[in-house]
């Protein structure tokens, strides 16, 4: 079961106008929000870039904090699995193709739920490919915005590559991957580039900078150079829906010895241990 504005309905007997801003020009945002024993992860964090992205394109956030807390209740509901992971898609509505914004029209609203499966363990235990490309996005990489073609376009890279995530260089400096933040171990020391227009700001991003902060393990956030990120210790990928996944190999060359590193290691566990305290309803803030 899905939710399309106002109405809980199957997904077949969903339908959205053609003359969507969504369609016609990708004129929207969206939100990607993990559920873990039917619980939302972090939902006021998701909720709070939701409204970041919505400011960004200056569109009107069509519904409070608690009604969509209502809504996305009722979605988990609806659907079948523990464990799902939700999509949140807002556009500005229906109105005839003009660039300028149109007034008063109300806007797209779409909610669907998938399974959401635990990363597979041996990647845990062998770690994942990924290789690198020139970051060609657009300037406001913190909107999440559905207009993805670029990061699509990157993200086939590595696809072709067989590999499980292109990581991107902005004038030589690491900026995220196409799908993921990305962080580094060099010198024994944890690294991730700032939060600005360049990436998109993680949630699970967050979550590990907490963890690192409240576990005593040593990190900055920092610009990151190329050369930083080809001699690193370890590298690793964190998103939503994949957690935290070591980078074992980066353009066919090993990372370390080729094997998971030990920060790793300690974030996973540590995550692990956070969701579970998350699951049972009493996690505290990092």
Known sequence: MIYLNGKFLPMEQATVPVLDRGFIFGDGVYEVI??????????????????????????????TEEQWAGLIERIIEL?????????????RGV?????????????TVFIMSNPLPAPPAKLLVSGVSA??????????????AISL??????????????????ILLRDGLLTEGAA?????????????????HRILPGITYDVVLELAETHGVSHVTREISELELRTAQEIMLTSSTKE???????????????TPGP????????????????????????
């Open 34 to 63: 993990p559920v873990y024993s039917r619980k939302p992860f972090r939902l006021g964090e998701h909720l709070s870039r939701l409204q970041h992205s919505l400011d960004g394109i200056r569109l009107q956030n069509p519904h």
């Open 95 to 107: 109105a005839k193709r003009d660039h300028a914004f149109p007034r008063e029209v109300t806007p």
């Open 180 to 196: 993921s933040n990305i962080f580094i171990v060099k010198d024994d020391l944890l690294l991730t580039p700032p939060k600005d």
């Open 79 to 91: 659907n079948e699995g523990d464990d799902q992971y939700l999509y949140l898609h807002i556009t």
């Open 263 to 286: 920060v790793f290691q300690q974030l996973d566990r540590l995550y692990q241990a956070y969701k579970l305290e998350v699951m049972r309803g009493h996690a505290p803030r990092q």
């Open 149 to 166: 073609l670029p990061n699509i376009l990157l993200r086939q890279l590595a696809v072709d590559a067989q590999a499980m995530e292109t």
């Open 244 to 258: 935290i996944l070591p980078i074992t190999q980066l353009d066919g060359q090993p990372i370390g010895n080729g």
């Open 131 to 144: 290789i690198t490309a020139r970051d060609n996005r657009w300037g406001r990489c913190d909107i999440k």
